[in-house]
């Protein structure tokens, strides 16, 4: 989500957290592990860990749809598999620099991406929910080779998962989609008990120090300069409830009660038939 050009999932994880991932996390004993960030960041090598634990061994060219930070792009690499690195977002170009020259990053959206190559693996680690399963399959069928496999680690909704609207997938209509299209699935990991302690971690500090701290600026601007408080509460309200409308979002869907009762977060290993027909 972006806030007047910057990329806020970016700089609040990047900058403000000091996270070297965007992704959840897998956390080892949820309920007993402390909330704290160092064990987030253990939780997020965990996770990328048990990512390329389903990479098939034979696998020497992979695609990565919506890399991030780069963290899953430096980690293939070093594993000796080359990669492309696609986002939308410039910004994340610089973090898969320097990664070696096995890597290379290209800015698009998976929407408009092109590319005469033919991969081993196309992985999406938290990328699935920005297009619809039919674009995610008639690409994915363009770019990678008959016999290769789609690694998809991210969130679902279930049949009745009204509150997550901008999680598009539900998840048996992905796997239907993919099904209709040549991928049958190799692995299903749910790890839905081991990511909600993150959301449990944001949505807890959201409440504990957002809500406290914007109290405290209104009554202290309204308190010591009121003319100017009602005055910049004019001239920036465009952007103020933007920021309100963002924070309602995040909040809500950091729900960690309402993910677990309408969501599922999944591993899913899909392998592309070696029948299956190239889309055109």
């Not at 070297?20 to 090598?45: C, I, V």
Request: proline share 4%; net charge neutral.
């Amino acid at each position: 989500m972006e806030f007047d050009g910057l990329a806020l999932d970016l700089f609040f994880c990047s900058e403000i957290l000091k996270l070297s991932s965007l992704h959840y996390g897998l956390w080892a004993d949820p309920g007993a592990e402390p909330l704290t960030l160092d064990n987030l960041r253990a939780a997020q090598r965990r996770y990328t860990e048990a990512l390329f634990r389903l990479i098939p061994g034979d696998t020497r060219s992979a695609l990565d749809v919506g890399c991030g930070l780069g963290d899953v792009a430096r980690g293939l690499v070093a594993r000796g598999i080359r990669v492309t690195a696609i986002s939308p977002d410039k910004n994340h170009g610089r973090y898969v620099e320097g990664a070696g020259e096995n890597v290379r990053f290209v800015q698009s959206r998976y929407q408009n991406f092109s590319s005469k190559e033919r991969f081993d693996l196309v992985l999406m680690s938290e990328s699935q929910n920005y297009f619809q399963p039919g674009v995610c399959f008639e690409q994915t069928s363009r770019f990678l080779r008959p016999g290769g496999h789609l690694l998809v680690a991210g969130m679902f909704r279930k049949s009745d998962g009204k509150p997550f609207p901008d999680h598009v997938n539900v998840l048996e209509e992905f796997i239907g989609q993919g099904a209709s299209m040549g991928f049958e699935v190799v692995e299903n990991q749910d790890i839905t008990g081991n990511v909600l302690p993150t959301l449990t971690l944001v949505h807890g500090a959201m409440r504990s120090y957002i809500d406290p701290s914007v109290d405290l600026l209104q009554r202290y601007a309204q308190t010591s300069a009121p003319v100017k408080a009602r005055v910049l509460g004019l001239v920036f309200r465009r952007q103020l409830e933007e920021l309100r409308g963002i924070y309602r979002y995040l909040l809500a869907k950091t729900d960690p009660d309402a993910f677990a009762e309408h969501g599922t977060y999944r591993m899913l290993l899909m392998r592309r038939g070696l029948s299956a027909t190239r889309a055109a």
